[in-house]
């Protein structure tokens, strides 16, 4: 078994603090690590960077010599917290059990708040974390991305190769965009979508951010979806981000913050369920119990929020599909489903969106290598750490290239950005649409353009 270097502690410079009191990582959930190595095969960041401390067992290493005094939090250190995913594979392999999910979504806020960051990561945290969260911010910068795209500054940016030499961060930003519109149909929904035939649920659907302004047919397609499967959709025009981007990377009361507001909208609705089509939004949605533990206003609105929250292809798979499903094309169409790691090891949520995919008419799915290993999307980790992001990005495509797949499903608009920049680097031109988008397409009959 590989073990850490015993002189790693000593190295560390003893002059920045340890956890502070503000929930650090429980001592009792580090200690139940019995450093087996289990996780290392399955560890993305494990898997590029190659070294003990990047991974999840090194990284518990590190909160147990933090508890006892033997490191400290500084640079060296929260680089070893930074390189994690939070793609929780770890969770679903270990055999004792280990909440590493818990332990890590505790040592990141430490880590923000104990440890100085330099001023280049200041600027690109303050710009992700200031506007993706915000639907109408981000709004604001629409047209500029519009005509950086359709003026052809774009292509020209990323032929000179100048941003990914100067400005790798902004270049990873630039890689993953997407084809920018300018009036998302999905900013136009109604509050409540009545039900096509007889009204079985009445559920919330929380449309995103980066969801709804660059995924709008997305969101277009599960609303049609649930309303062809006898749901009444209610859409709070007051919702906004969910909090995933900022709970990941530890900005705690940002989190919290959105997480109340998120609470607040939905209240007074009266829905059975509250519907989200995004896996990383999902988990951190079915997480609000833990973020808001210690607000005694929000503790028990926050649990029966959770207890509502499913995933779409959850609550399809659990209510059974009442419409008629058609065949998306004239013969047979081979298509294979990723695996969002919010989804599989967040959630647990696996068989089902294959259970729904198989229903429609003409569908083999194939099944890649490596499914439960992250794309290197991971919320923005793409953007903070593009080098691993893209190994991992290419391992991803090339996986699910070798299925021979005609589509890729992908539930999650993260990993389908991650992938599609992939494809685009590989000169690969495969479609990739979301489940919701495909049983939209069989329900109306509409058949698939290849």
Same mark, same amino acid.
């Given at each position: 078994?590989?073990?850490?270097?015993?002189?790693?502690?000593?190295?560390?410079?003893?002059?920045? /603090?340890?956890?502070?009191?503000?929930?650090?990582?429980?001592?009792?959930?580090?200690?139940?690590?019995?450093?087996?190595?289990?996780?290392?095969?399955?560890?993305? /960041? #494990?898997?590029?960077?190659?070294?003990?401390?990047?991974?999840?067992?090194?990284?518990?290493?590190?909160?147990?010599?933090?508890?006892?005094?033997?490191?400290?939090?500084?640079?060296?250190?929260?680089?070893?917290?930074? /390189?994690?995913?939070?793609?929780?594979?770890?969770?679903?392999?270990?055999?004792?059990?280990?909440?590493?999910?818990?332990?890590?979504?505790? @040592?990141?806020?430490?880590?923000?708040?104990?440890?100085?960051?330099?001023?280049?990561?200041?600027?690109?945290?303050?710009?992700?974390?200031?506007?993706?969260?915000?639907?109408?911010?981000?709004?604001?910068?629409?047209?500029?991305?519009?005509?950086?795209?359709?003026? +052809?500054?774009?292509?020209?940016?990323?032929?000179?190769?100048?941003?990914?030499?100067?400005?790798?961060?902004?270049?990873?930003?630039?890689?993953?965009?997407?084809?920018? =519109?300018?009036?998302?149909?999905?900013?136009?929904?109604?509050?409540?979508?009545?039900?096509?035939?007889?009204?079985?649920?009445?559920? +919330?659907?929380?449309?995103?951010?980066?969801?709804?302004?660059?995924?709008?047919?997305?969101?277009?397609? @599960?609303?049609?979806?649930?309303?062809?499967?006898?749901?009444?959709?209610?859409?709070?025009?007051?919702?906004?981000?969910?909090?995933?981007?900022?709970?990941?990377? +530890?900005?705690?009361?940002?989190?919290?913050?959105?997480?109340?507001?998120?609470?607040?909208?939905?209240?007074? @609705?009266?829905?059975?369920?509250?519907?989200?089509?995004?896996?990383?939004?999902?988990?951190?949605?079915?997480? #609000?119990?833990?973020?808001?533990?210690?607000?005694?206003?929000?503790?028990?609105?926050?649990?029966?929020?959770?207890?509502?929250?499913?995933?779409?292809?959850?609550?399809?798979?659990?209510?059974?599909? @009442?419409?008629?499903?058609?065949?998306? =094309?004239?013969?047979?169409?081979?298509?294979?489903?990723?695996?969002?790691?919010?989804?599989?090891?967040?959630?647990?949520?696996?068989?089902?969106?294959?259970?729904?995919?198989?229903?429609?008419?003409?569908?083999?799915?194939?099944?890649?290598?490596?499914?439960?290993?992250?794309?290197?999307?991971?919320?923005?980790?793409?953007?903070?750490?593009?080098?691993?992001?893209?190994?991992?990005?290419?391992?991803?495509?090339?996986?699910?290239?070798?299925?021979?797949?005609?589509?890729?499903?992908?539930?999650?608009?993260?990993?389908?950005?991650?992938?599609?920049?992939?494809?685009?680097?590989? +000169?690969?031109?495969?479609?990739?649409?979301?489940?919701?988008?495909?049983?939209?397409?069989?329900?109306?009959?509409?058949?698939?353009?290849?």
């Amino acid at each position: 078994m590989q073990t850490s270097d015993p002189n790693l502690f000593n190295k560390i410079n003893t002059n920045i /603090s340890g956890f502070d009191e503000k929930n650090p990582p429980p001592k009792d959930l580090v200690d139940a690590c019995v450093h087996c190595g289990f996780c290392l095969s399955t560890c993305p /960041s #494990y898997r590029v960077i190659g070294k003990e401390m990047d991974s999840p067992r090194g990284r518990i290493y590190l909160m147990n010599a933090i508890h006892q005094g033997q490191a400290t939090i500084d640079e060296t250190t929260s680089q070893h917290f930074d /390189s994690c995913l939070g793609c929780l594979a770890c969770v679903t392999t270990c055999p004792s059990g280990v909440q590493y999910d818990q332990l890590i979504a505790k @040592t990141r806020p430490q880590v923000e708040r104990n440890q100085p960051r330099s001023l280049t990561d200041k600027l690109i945290r303050s710009l992700i974390f200031n506007l993706f969260p915000y639907p109408k911010r981000l709004q604001i910068f629409l047209p500029l991305l519009w005509l950086y795209q359709k003026l +052809g500054i774009q292509k020209l940016v990323r032929a000179t190769g100048l941003l990914t030499r100067f400005f790798p961060r902004l270049a990873a930003m630039d890689s993953i965009l997407p084809e920018v =519109t300018l009036n998302p149909v999905a900013q136009n929904f109604p509050d409540i979508i009545p039900s096509q035939n007889q009204k079985r649920y009445r559920v +919330g659907m929380i449309l995103g951010c980066v969801q709804r302004l660059f995924f709008s047919p997305v969101n277009e397609a @599960t609303a049609r979806v649930l309303t062809a499967n006898g749901c009444e959709v209610v859409i709070p025009k007051t919702q906004g981000c969910c909090a995933a981007l900022p709970e990941h990377q +530890g900005q705690e009361k940002q989190a919290q913050t959105l997480a109340k507001q998120m609470i607040d909208s939905f209240e007074g @609705t009266d829905v059975d369920y509250i519907i989200i089509n995004a896996a990383g939004c999902g988990h951190t949605l079915k997480e #609000y119990g833990h973020i808001l533990a210690d607000d005694p206003e929000y503790k028990e609105k926050a649990k029966q929020f959770s207890e509502k929250v499913r995933d779409v292809q959850e609550f399809l798979a659990e209510v059974g599909l @009442t419409a008629t499903l058609n065949p998306l =094309t004239e013969g047979k169409l081979t298509m294979v489903y990723q695996d969002a790691c919010h989804l599989l090891h967040g959630q647990k949520i696996s068989l089902q969106p294959r259970q729904l995919l198989k229903q429609i008419p003409g569908v083999t799915l194939k099944e890649p290598i490596d499914a439960a290993l992250c794309c290197g999307s991971a919320g923005v980790y793409n953007m903070l750490q593009p080098e691993v992001a893209n190994e991992l990005g290419q391992q991803k495509v090339n996986n699910l290239l070798n299925t021979g797949a005609k589509l890729i499903a992908s539930a999650n608009p993260g990993c389908s950005l991650q992938i599609k920049k992939h494809l685009r680097l590989q +000169g690969k031109d495969i479609k990739l649409m979301h489940p919701m988008e495909l049983l939209d397409s069989s329900i109306r009959g509409i058949k698939l353009d290849f």
